[in-house]
């Protein structure tokens, strides 16, 4: 009887006889890692396999930066990210500091009201 896990062990065989040396793990992690920015794909690749980090250097990948490219693009990207969420989450409390600037204007006129009496 023919066993039906046969493909898949062939897979198996052909990614670790892919992934022998070093320079085609880092390839083929490249290739599987998730995202369409290479920013977030490089994050994820040395977040998960960081013993490969020195390999990447000497193999080319496409989108892999260096590391000062790979850093400053992480300080001009995440503030562009998060600068619209801080915006939303400050406009309730801009909300909230008009309506206090309302109160107080209504506060003041019956003030001059209840002293004109």
Not at 20 to 39: D, Y
Not at 73 to 99: A, M
Request: no cysteine; proline share 7%; glycine share 6%.
């Amino acid at each position: 009887m023919e066993s039906v896990y046969h493909d898949e062990t062939v897979v198996n065989a052909a990614a670790t006889e892919e992934a022998s040396t070093p320079l085609s793990q880092v390839k083929l992690q490249w290739n599987q890692q998730p995202g369409f920015l290479p920013l977030l794909r490089q994050k994820s690749l040395i977040n998960q396999h960081a013993g490969l980090l020195s390999y990447a250097r000497a193999s080319v990948l496409p989108g892999w930066l260096s590391p000062g490219m790979f850093a400053l693009q992480g300080l001009v990207r995440v503030p562009e990210g998060v600068t619209p969420l801080r915006d939303e989450l400050r406009r309730p409390t801009q909300r909230r500091l008009g309506r206090r600037a309302d109160l107080e204007l209504l506060l003041d006129r019956l003030v001059v009201r209840l002293e004109r009496l």
